[in-house]
């Protein structure tokens, strides 16, 4: 199957999984001092992250084996393909309003911007600290432009991964907690889950990074892709069922019914 094919593919997947199944928004609600205090933080770590890679220098040593494997020539196609595919795992978003309503809208907008604020910060903050060469560097015939730019040694780790991820993570998340099926939400959020994984192996596949890169970024983007709407649930219940976890200013509280 042709990238475009898998592209297009995935996007009506996810978006037929959103007009069948999705919701969830109506239990979450924004809160004004907690918002300003999370929004503060995700544009204090891109802050902190530009401003550690102004100061970044080239790496001296070469990484283990272990953390630069496999390597893969630059595919410009795609390298394309995975922009387009980190746009397509957007489209689900107006699905999971449990209505067409403002505030519900607004809400699953800030809160995505809070978490791709964190998700963004953070990447860009480890890229300046843990400096690696990039794949495509191994190679005599990747453009020139390519080998010229600072980019060049901000492999680790993979931007369009960890968007894509906490993409995946947050509209798992906030579809959780609608009033679907169990199995429709694991449908749900595994084919989110997979279009975030393609990403993350057209990333590898098209030289851009290592396997190691886009790892650690599906781990930092699903955690604040989960992180922020957890922060945001009604009565902040985290865990619904027999056993329950929930969050309270100053306590935490597990409980159990039967």
């Known amino acids: 199957m042709s990238i475009k094919k898998i592209i297009l593919t995935s996007a009506v997947l996810i978006l037929a999984a959103g007009q069948l199944f999705a919701g969830g928004s109506s239990r979450f609600r924004l809160e004004k001092n907690k918002d300003i205090l999370l929004l503060a933080a995700g544009g204090g770590t891109i802050l902190t992250g530009m ?4 100061f970044s220098l080239e ?4 990484p283990a084996a272990w953390l630069t494997w496999p390597v893969f020539p630059y595919n410009k196609d795609i390298a394309d393909a995975s922009n387009y595919l980190v746009a397509a795992g957007v489209v689900v978003f107006p699905f ?37 060469y990039r794949p495509y560097t ?10 010229s730019s600072a980019d060049r040694y901000f492999s680790f780790p993979s931007g369009h991964t960890s968007v894509a991820f906490t993409t995946a ?3 798992t998340a906030v579809f959780a907690a609608s009033d679907a099926s169990p199995g429709m939400k694991y449908l749900f959020g595994g084919i989110n889950f997979a279009l975030a994984a393609g990403v993350a192996s057209l990333r590898v596949t098209s030289g851009e990074h290592y396997f190691v890169d886009v790892a650690a970024a599906a781990l930092l983007g699903t955690a604040s892709g989960i992180l922020i709407p957890a922060l945001h649930r ?24 039967y």
């Open 51 to 54: 401003v550690l890679k102004s």
């Open 59 to 62: 790496p001296r040593t070469e």
């Open 96 to 132: 999971l309003l449990d209505s067409w309503d403002w505030h519900e809208a607004a809400t699953i907008g800030v809160m995505y911007g809070e978490a791709l604020s964190l998700t963004w910060g953070i990447k860009e903050s480890l890229k300046a600290v843990f400096t690696k």
């Open 138 to 147: 191994s190679f005599s015939d990747t453009p020139a432009d390519l080998l």
């Open 169 to 171: 993570g947050f509209a």
């Open 234 to 257: 009604l009565s902040n219940r985290l865990v619904k069922g027999p056993v329950a976890f929930s969050i309270t200013p100053g306590t935490a509280e597990l409980s159990f019914s």
